[in-house]
Structure formats: C-alpha cells, structure tokens
C-alpha cells in the first residue's frame, strides 16, 4: 500500500464526504451508490457499489490502493477484496465520538492529520455550544429509522436528540448493537408517549400521514400535536459529518424551529 494513499474507493457516503472537506477528493476513484454529498460527487466519481453489494471487478479496474468500508454488513465485500490483494480499512462508528474519531482516523490514513483534526475539533465545539445551549423543556422524541417493522433510532441519532435538548424515548435500547435491538411494537410507542416524531425511512419518503393513522397512534401526543417531521435519510442515516451538521440542525428544527 502506498502512503499516502492515492487511488481509493468508498464504500459509503461518509467516507466520501469526508475526503471532499478535506480537499482530498483528488484521490476518490470510486464511490458507493448512496454518495450524494457534495452534490457534485454524483457527476466526478464512478459509481461502484450500493451497501451490501458491490462490483468486485469494477472496484478492482480502478486498481485502488485503498477500499473503505463500514460494518459487518460489508465484511463480505471487504474479505472478497483482501483476497484480490487489495488494502481496506473497515470502520464501524456507531456514536457522535466514534464519528469524530473515524474522521481523525481518515485524516491520518491520508497524510492529512491536522486537517482532519481541525474539522473534527470544529464539529466537537459546535456539539458542546448546542448541548450547553438552555431550553425550555425536554421533549420526549421517538426517533423512527424504519416502518416495517417500527425501528427506533441508531445510537449516532439517539445522541443528537440528547444533545438538541431532547429526550430519546429508547435510549435504553443503544445498550445493544444491531438493529434487530431497536425492532418495536406499536404499543412500546404508544406506552412512550413521545412529543415528537422524528422520522427518516433509508432509501424511501416517509409518509408522516401513514404513521399517524396507525391504530392507537392518535392519542400518542406528537401525532395529536402534529409534530410528525422527516429527515432525510443521507443527513441523519450517515455517520458522518452530515449528521454532525445538517443532521443535528435538522434535529434542532424539529425539536425549536429553530437551528443555532
């Protein structure tokens, strides 16, 4: 493997976002499917990959020096490409500091360490001004990341209602990785009673219509309230820097209206 390296491919959207604000977009030659962040990726890079798929002979066409990947869930991806020979680095941040720490680390995989370090100190500054910032209440939010079956929030959202000055209703389910932890029934958001409902299905609309008319949902408060409010799923569903930004201002809306 060269170092730094020169020639690498993204196998999610984080990663690529990351090299852009650190000026290293020069060195991308492919990226996952999801890459929408800055727009322009979608036009400057060839697209290699969607999640849990990827296109092996492509990948190795561009003949990188580094492939980046995210979570067991592209282990297969990632064993197939160390078995052709190629360098990847798998990360698996799941929290607001394991997202500060894999941008350290990307920095420093790339001979841009004090950028790296920079940006990340940049969003850390910014994290502890918004948590320090006083509210007026604490909204009890239920952070919905699929429909069918109900999912609550990853830990990375979670902790960002926290730091918004909200409450996430099942916290207590980020003891255990995995989505399979966060599978709800109705009745555990019902029984929550949540001011708020945040929601951002990966890959599809969300129909705020669709969770209100839920059976029992209408004496829920946020359905009674109408507070019902999406998020776009690339800048929550990331752990990158959008959710560390458009993400937590987006959080900031639906809980204040406001973002500061």
């Known amino acids: 493997m060269a170092f730094p390296p020169e020639r690498i491919v993204c196998l999610t959207e984080e990663t690529v976002e990351t090299l852009y604000l650190l ?142 000055g909200g409450e996430d209703v099942f916290t207590h389910l980020q003891a255990e990785q995995g989505a399979r932890a966060r599978i709800l029934d109705a009745q555990q958001v019902i029984d929550a009673a949540p001011d708020v409902i945040i929601a951002s299905w990966c890959g599809k609309k969300v129909r705020p219509e669709r969770i209100a008319a839920r059976d029992g949902w209408e004496t829920i408060p946020a359905v009674a309230q109408g507070r019902i409010v999406e998020i776009k799923s690339p800048v929550i569903l990331q752990p990158g820097p959008a959710a560390l930004t458009d993400g937590l201002d987006a959080i900031l809306t639906a809980l204040w209206g406001e973002t500061q």
């Open 23 to 164: 000026g290293q977009s020069d060195r991308i030659v492919g990226v996952t499917g999801y890459a929408v962040r800055p727009a322009r990726v979608r036009r400057e890079k060839p697209r290699v990959g969607a999640f849990t798929s990827a296109d092996v002979p492509k990948i190795l066409d561009l003949q990188p020096d580094l492939v980046l990947t995210f979570s067991d869930l592209q282990a297969d991806i990632a064993a197939e490409l160390i078995r052709a020979g190629i360098a990847v680095h798998g990360f698996n941040q799941r929290s607001v500091a394991g997202i500060l720490d894999m941008i350290r680390t990307l920095g420093a995989l790339t001979g841009c360490a004090a950028q790296a370090n920079a940006l990340a100190d940049s969003y850390a500054a910014r994290i502890e001004t918004v948590r320090a910032t006083p509210r007026p209440s604490r909204p009890r939010v239920y952070f919905e990341e699929w429909d069918d079956p109900p999912i609550s929030g990853i830990r990375w959202a979670s902790e960002l209602i926290e730091i918004a």
